[in-house]
């Protein structure tokens, strides 16, 4: 064997059609070379760095054997695809990864030839790769289709729909298991890999073959005995029988840091033209870089680092971030209270469950990526006198709409949920951004609606959602960090439907339902400046709407702005619609509302990421001043 050269690898392949040209014993090299580049990059971007540690050498493979991106390799969720980014043109860029003007986090259709379907959500490479199969076949075009997805989403129902669907099919589909977490895999040696070779052979699937065909010929018991025999003694060599029988031809588990093992079966499946194929790959997170082997979450996400000792960059803010605030109030809460219990879907951390779970471990559940089952688990428990709180991501909500409304708002079940990512969320992009939870839940009849302004009006929501038993509710907040006020110990229950002034004025009215409040008295302040008073009020809650709130700002103020972290169709439209039917827009009475734009935002700081979308303080200023005709000033202010 040749030995690896010493020139560096990387700086010789731009695209994967120069990764094909390269001698096979180079590979290794070539892996060991972008796992570095990965870490260096990520190190100063920040992002998710375990999961993409771990498939640099499947992505090197499948790169090597296909011909991307003529043939479509579709990563599930993306966030294990900065090393494939790295290796499909975007390595001159990869240090703008997650900023603003730069590189998403994830897989994006607009971005690269090389991403041929765009994910942040998980669970959806196996649909979308059998729509590309399927359009292949019906344009009778030749190419192949390799959906990776890992055993997290797997735990989704979404993915076994898909393959259920490809398996009766017969679509010809790859499908690649990335096995970083499960306990279903044997040992990874040398017979495991001989094995998976073997199986997905040519000459082993054509015996196949020919032993069904002349098995067809032989009476029916015979041949269905055969068949199983066959399957099951593949089976108790390999595994895969679930896999099986879904439709699917299952190879596996092969090691999936092993190129001499990955390259050989990718090239056997390749090559073969019949059926959907699954290739079960077991690799590990955080793969070749020690400070991420060492980590309980292998690395998942992280903030900048120092490349050699792994010590991540902290926030200098002393302020607590609304997570914590929000799985320290449900301790003391569960503490006064033995109903409460806590549901997230894969997300304790990120929703502050983990902290709940620390306390009360028997009271906590994480069912997985699988959001749908999550919120009907929740309205079982709220059925049978529990008080379920159920964490999960705005975001992430929008895929269990269908359960939110026919299991718990149409039969008035008491699940309180709790939405993190609420609003534009910076880095992560609009696939994360927390941006129509107030419309599309806004819209179902008996759901109380509420929004903090700070962590500790978080607290009092909390305490809110725990009284109600008689009805849904759910309360939205950022994430990130709070104001860094003084918190009590427990929270206080809040008057349903009931806001609160902040600033008294005479002439302009904002009405803030959310965080955007201390924009909201920047603001005032400002318009101060202009000679212009304004009232600040709190709305605390979009359902109930608080109506002599809005009736006294209607007929005191000249003008109303409501303001809001949510898209058109939300708090603004139930305000309007109110003063509407009140008859309290035919005085002649400004209203502007102020929403996220009708457009998705890129990623960037949040603070940019605002600007942009016309919701801080110069924002509303000029707003202001623009309806009052004054467009000079409001020119100035916006600038």
């Keep these: 064997m040749r030995q690896p050269t010493s020139t560096p690898m990387l700086d010789r392949v731009v695209e994967p059609k120069d990764l094909r040209e390269l001698d096979r014993s180079d590979l290794r090299q070539f892996a060991d070379e972008l796992r570095k580049e990965t870490i260096d990059a990520v190190s100063v971007t920040g992002g998710h760095l375990g999961a993409g540690l771990g498939v640099v050498e499947l992505t090197v493979a499948l790169h090597y054997v296909f011909n991307t991106p003529d043939d479509k390799v579709i990563w599930d969720v993306g966030h294990q695809a900065y090393p494939h980014k790295i290796l499909t043109g975007r390595r001159s860029r990869i240090r703008t990864l997650r900023q603003g003007g730069g590189l998403s986090g994830f897989t994006k259709r607009a971005e690269s030839e090389y991403d041929p379907f765009g994910a942040a959500h998980s669970s959806t490479s196996i649909s979308a790769g059998l729509g590309f199969a399927v359009a292949r076949d019906l344009k009778k075009e030749n190419r192949n289709v390799i959906a990776v997805i890992g055993d997290g989403a797997m735990s989704a129902g979404m993915a076994y729909e898909a393959m259920n669907n490809a398996g009766a099919q017969k679509a010809r589909l790859i499908v690649i298991l990335n096995d970083n977490d499960m306990s279903i895999a044997p040992p990874v040696g040398a017979m495991s890999a001989y094995l998976a070779r073997l199986v997905s052979s040519r000459s082993y699937r054509e015996l196949r073959e020919l032993g069904k065909r002349i098995a067809h010929w032989l009476p029916k018991p015979v041949e269905v005995t055969a068949k199983r025999a066959e399957e099951y003694a593949r089976g108790i060599a390999m595994g895969g029988t679930l896999f099986e029988e879904l439709g699917f031809y299952y190879v596996g588990p092969i090691d999936g840091h092993n190129l001499d093992h990955l390259i050989p079966v990718l090239e056997n499946v390749r090559d073969t033209k019949n059926g959907p194929i699954l290739i079960h790959v077991v690799t590990k997170k955080g793969k070749g870089y020690a400070p991420a082997e060492a980590s309980a979450d292998k690395y998942h996400g992280v903030s900048k680092f120092n490349v050699l000792t792994g010590e991540q960059k902290k926030s200098n803010s002393k302020a607590p971030s609304y997570q914590k605030v929000f799985g320290e109030?449900?301790?003391?809460?569960?503490?006064?209270?033995?109903?409460?219990?806590?549901?997230?879907?894969?997300?304790?951390?990120?929703?502050?469950?983990?902290?709940?779970?620390?306390?009360?471990?028997?009271?906590?559940?994480?069912?997985?990526?699988?959001?749908?089952?999550?919120?009907?688990?929740?309205?079982?428990?709220?059925?049978?006198?529990?008080?379920?709180?159920?964490?999960?991501?705005?975001?992430?909500?929008?895929?269990?709409?269908?359960?939110?409304?026919?299991?718990?708002?149409?039969?008035?079940?008491?699940?309180?949920?709790?939405?993190?990512?609420?609003?534009?969320?910076?880095?992560?992009?609009?696939?994360?951004?927390?941006?129509?939870?107030?419309?599309?839940?806004?819209?179902?009849?008996?759901?109380?609606?509420?929004?903090?302004?700070?962590?500790?009006?978080?607290?009092?929501?909390?305490?809110?959602?725990?009284?109600?038993?008689?009805?849904?509710?759910?309360?939205?907040?950022?994430?990130?960090?709070?104001?860094?006020?003084?918190?009590?110990?427990?929270?206080?229950?809040?008057?349903?439907?009931?806001?609160?002034?902040?600033?008294?004025?005479?002439?302009?009215?904002?009405?803030?339902?959310?965080?955007?409040?201390?924009?909201?008295?920047?603001?005032?302040?400002?318009?101060?400046?202009?000679?212009?008073?304004?009232?600040?009020?709190?709305?605390?809650?979009?359902?109930?709407?608080?109506?002599?709130?809005?009736?006294?700002?209607?007929?005191?103020?000249?003008?109303?702005?409501?303001?809001?972290?949510?898209?058109?169709?939300?708090?603004?439209?139930?305000?309007?619609?109110?003063?509407?039917?009140?008859?309290?827009?035919?005085?002649?009475?400004?209203?502007?509302?102020?929403?996220?734009?009708?457009?998705?935002?890129?990623q960037d700081a949040p603070e940019k990421m605002y600007e942009a979308a016309g919701l801080d303080a110069k924002a509303i200023v000029a707003t202001v001043l623009n309806a009052l005709g004054r467009e000079h000033e409001a020119a100035v202010a916006q600038a």
Excluded at 445 to 454: C, E, K, Q, T
Excluded at 488 to 500: A, N, S, V, W
Excluded at 532 to 538: K, R, W
Excluded at 579 to 602: C, Q, S, V, W, Y
Aim: charged content about 25%.
């Design 329 to 602: 109030a449900l301790v003391e809460e569960a503490k006064k209270d033995d109903r409460i219990v806590a549901i997230t879907a894969a997300m304790p951390s990120g929703t502050g469950v983990d902290i709940f779970q620390k306390s009360f471990p028997a009271r906590t559940f994480d069912v997985g990526i699988a959001e749908q089952h999550a919120v009907t688990f929740a309205a079982g428990m709220a059925a049978d006198g529990m008080k379920p709180f159920c964490a999960i991501y705005s975001t992430f909500l929008q895929r269990a709409y269908d359960q939110v409304v026919h299991d718990v708002a149409i039969q008035k079940l008491p699940v309180r949920f709790a939405m993190d990512r609420a609003g534009l969320v910076g880095a992560d992009g609009p696939t994360h951004a927390g941006s129509f939870d107030i419309g599309y839940l806004g819209a179902l009849p008996g759901f109380v609606l509420m929004a903090p302004s700070d962590e500790v009006e978080l607290m009092h929501m909390i305490a809110t959602a725990v009284q109600i038993d008689d009805r849904p509710s759910a309360l939205r907040y950022p994430r990130g960090e709070g104001l860094g006020i003084e918190r009590p110990r427990i929270g206080t229950p809040l008057e349903i439907g009931k806001g609160r002034i902040m600033r008294e004025g005479n002439s302009i009215a904002i009405l803030s339902y959310g965080t955007r409040l201390a924009e909201g008295l920047i603001a005032a302040e400002k318009l101060a400046g202009y000679g212009l008073s304004a009232t600040v009020a709190d709305a605390r809650f979009a359902k109930p709407l608080d109506e002599d709130l809005v009736r006294r700002l209607a007929r005191e103020h000249e003008m109303l702005i409501t303001l809001e972290e949510g898209a058109m169709g939300g708090f603004g439209a139930f305000v309007m619609q109110f003063l509407a039917l009140e008859g309290l827009l035919d005085g002649g009475l400004k209203i502007r509302p102020l929403t996220l734009p009708d457009r998705f935002i890129d």
